[in-house]
């Protein structure tokens, strides 16, 4: 049910940078702002980045986004081990009338 | 600090019914939209519905329509979800979730484990 499409993994060694990409079309990337959420197992997602590249008081800047065209992207430089959890994209989408959810990634760090 | 803390799931049949509740606090809750989204164990987040501040605006993800009803009691810092005619692919641990205006989904709650029997 997922319109955005994200890599099942990503993997880096520790201190590495790792990308996450995140596809999708005109009805959503393309037209409306991206936000990344974490989620630790067991626990509620949390909001990572908003608006495309903007990160909520409290998220190191280890962690950054971008969006071009209909696509959107999320980095993670200075790799730790706690940063292997899942990591999920979203954005509304107009013409489903609704937000709508990366597939998304399981970050591992080697 | 944002509080939002949900409840009413639990084990229900199929062909039940269920309301879900989330106790908001720490922000002027009746000036947000608010969400439902839920998650299947192991699997992605999916959106289920979003409500504005007064109630006069609702939407639902397209395959929940007629079976899920979203609303608010402002008076009471309150979010609902009643469900209806369940099925056992609603099971999934559903979440309430805080719109910022130009931020998107921004806090969420814990989330409630709803479980339909077959």
């Known amino acids: 049910q997922s319109v955005l499409t994200q890599p099942p993994s990503a993997s880096g060694t520790p201190g590495q940078r790792v990308t996450i990409s995140c596809s999708g079309s005109t009805s959503n990337i393309g037209t409306n702002p991206v936000n990344w959420y974490q989620q630790l197992p067991g626990t509620a997602p949390k909001l990572l980045i908003y608006t495309n590249n903007q990160r909520p008081s409290g998220v190191p800047d280890r962690f950054s986004g971008s969006k071009s065209g209909t696509s959107a992207s999320l980095a993670i430089s200075g790799l730790q081990s706690e940063d292997e959890v899942d990591y999920y994209c979203a954005a509304w989408d107009d013409g489903l009338k609704g937000y709508v959810f990366g597939t998304g990634t399981k970050v591992s760090v080697l | 600090e944002v509080q939002l803390v949900e409840s009413g799931g639990g084990l229900v049949q199929r062909g039940g019914s269920l309301r879900l509740s989330c106790a908001a606090s720490?922000?002027?809750?009746?000036?947000?939209?608010m969400h439902w989204v839920r998650q299947v164990p192991g699997k992605g987040p999916v959106w289920v519905s979003r409500i504005n501040g007064d109630e006069s605006t609702t939407t639902y993800a397209e395959s929940l329509k007629g079976r899920f009803t979203i609303s608010r009691d402002n008076a009471k810092n309150t979010l609902y979800l009643q469900m209806s005619s369940l099925r056992a692919e609603d099971t999934a641990v559903y979440y309430c979730a805080r719109e910022v205006p130009f931020c998107g989904v921004y806090n969420w709650g814990q989330g409630t484990l709803v479980t339909v029997s077959s």
């Open positions: 720490g922000f002027s809750f009746s000036s947000y939209w």
